[in-house]
């Protein structure tokens, strides 16, 4: 943790010399805000104590996304292979070349030609993103299958405690938005949440937490869906109806005219939501460096756990924690003795075998809804050990028939997602069956009381058999 603080304001530095526009106070309004000493609007989300979040309007992930992205373009040293999808990494120990586990690259897709190239590389960095749309309802975008930590797992890679998925309290409630986040600076800004009762809608957090609407993620969740199973209803409602609109208009423009797509005025009307899975503080395994446990492989942004977030994050963290890890990893690649590159003759190509073509597309949707619906009606907000073992019984069963598919049929980038959906899904709970307790963003109904000492991780990692264990 000290590491990536410490290195925060460098990186906060190099993003404003390369383009970023973090917004500044007099860009918002000259009261009830906060700024730092450069007049930097400093936001405030849930669980924080005080407003410390730069940000970029309401787009900010975006916004570092579209700079580092045209940087990239710009650079002719960079080279994008664009609608390519990874199948799996290359490792010594599946050549059974020699006893040290070393990455050597990865066998990637085509999907316009359906043909898999072997990219070979010296050192390689994941940066595949969360696992999200292992849930039936997410914030994350349909790509967020968990691809770079079941690659990972394959690769004998550790993975570090996938129990901790973290789910954020306020997706908007609309048939026609899916996936769209409801920011939670919106409640930093004042917002409350409220329920329907009778012909009125009140408060109810403050029975929760004393932090209220402002209380860390997992309790508001939890708040919200206890609140939901007890009232029967489908929604709660976000209220930050006080602040005026041209507040609200500058504040969070993108969010504002989104809302206004939905028939929803955030200036004037109440905004339903509902919780959805967001976050996954587990991954593969890292050290500050995004270091692996396989030589020359690294991991960074939310494919990978360097443990900063512990059981629960923060909200905003994880771009630091990106931006940090991914400037270590860079650099600790470059200096690091430069591995002789991997000899392309003495690596097979992908071997498709026997494989043929498959016309029972419909197998995989289905097992795509399935694997999702039960991972969020068993292994989603409140867990129990009953539900997990319902969970374990689907997830082993469906495992199965996924991967004789996965051999019997020639590789589409919808049968690498959903193989790579259910390995995460299944170490999401074998993760959850072993930490037998309530911790952060794992709440286990029948393990209500955590009396015990912090600092345990869960630990996967995938021999010749299976191994979980805490450390």
């Given amino acids: 943790m000290r590491d990536i603080v410490r290195a925060g304001p460098e990186c906060v530095r190099d993003l404003l010399d390369w383009g970023i526009h973090f917004t500044r106070r007099n860009e918002v309004e000259e009261a009830g805000g906060s700024e730092d000493g450069q007049g930097f609007d400093l936001g405030q989300e849930g669980g924080h104590s005080r407003r410390r979040v730069l940000h970029a309007g309401d787009i900010t992930g975006q916004e570092i996304v579209r700079v580092l992205l ?20 290359i490792t010594t120990r599946h050549l059974s070349w020699q006893e040290e586990n070393l990455c050597l690259g990865a066998y990637v897709l ?55 998925f973290q789910f954020h309290p306020t997706c908007l409630y609309h048939p026609a938005a899916k996936s769209f986040l409801i920011s939670e600076a919106v409640r930093g800004e004042g917002g409350v949440l409220k329920i329907r009762r009778g012909k009125d809608t009140v408060e109810f957090m403050g ?43 500058r504040r969070f423009p993108n969010l504002f005219a989104k809302c206004l797509e939905f028939g929803v005025n955030m200036a004037a009307d109440l905004i339903p939501v509902v919780p ?15 270091c692996t446990t396989v030589g020359n492989l690294y991991a960074v942004g939310e494919v990978g756990c360097t443990g900063l977030h512990g059981a629960n994050r923060l909200a905003s963290n994880s771009l630091l924690e990106a931006m940090v890890v991914a400037r270590n990893a860079v650099r600790h690649s470059v200096s690091a003795t430069a591995p002789a590159p991997p000899d392309a003759d003495g690596i097979p190509d992908w071997s498709s075998g026997d494989a ?83 911790r952060g963003l794992h709440f286990n ?20 058999k299976a191994e979980i264990w805490t450390e």
């Fill in 70 to 89: 045209d940087c990239c373009r710009r650079n002719p040293r960079i080279r994008f292979l664009e609608q390519h999808v990874a199948i799996d990494l």
């Fill in 110 to 164: 085509d999907r316009g030609t359906r043909q898999i190239r072997t990219v070979l590389a010296g050192f390689t960095i994941l940066a595949t993103g969360g696992a999200g749309k292992v849930y039936l309802y997410t914030s994350n975008p349909d790509i967020a299958c968990g691809d770079g930590v079941a690659m990972a797992y394959r690769a004998y890679a550790e993975i570090r405690n996938m129990e901790f």
């Fill in 207 to 249: 029975d929760y937490h004393a932090m209220g609407s402002l209380a860390p993620r997992d309790i508001v969740s939890r708040a919200i869906d206890s609140e939901l199973k007890r009232t029967g209803q489908a929604c709660v409602y976000l209220d930050i109806r006080h602040r005026d609109e041209a507040f609200l208009r």
């Fill in 276 to 290: 959805a899975a967001h976050y996954c503080c587990g991954g593969v395994k890292t050290d500050v460096n995004g």
């Fill in 356 to 438: 043929v073509d498959s016309d029972e597309g419909i197998v995989i949707a289905h097992n795509w809804e399935e694997i999702r619906r039960f991972m969020w009606d068993y292994v989603g907000i409140v867990r129990t050990n009953k539900r997990l073992e319902r969970a374990k019984n689907r997830i082993r069963l469906l495992r199965n028939e996924i991967e004789k598919y996965y051999w019997d049929f020639l590789i589409t980038a919808d049968l690498v997602e959903l193989r790579n959906l259910a390995s995460v899904a299944e170490m999401i709970i074998d993760s959850a069956m072993a930490r037998r307790e309530s």
């Fill in 445 to 464: 109904a029948d393990y209500p009381v955590n009396n015990n000492p912090p600092g345990k991780d869960t630990i996967l990692r995938r021999p010749v």
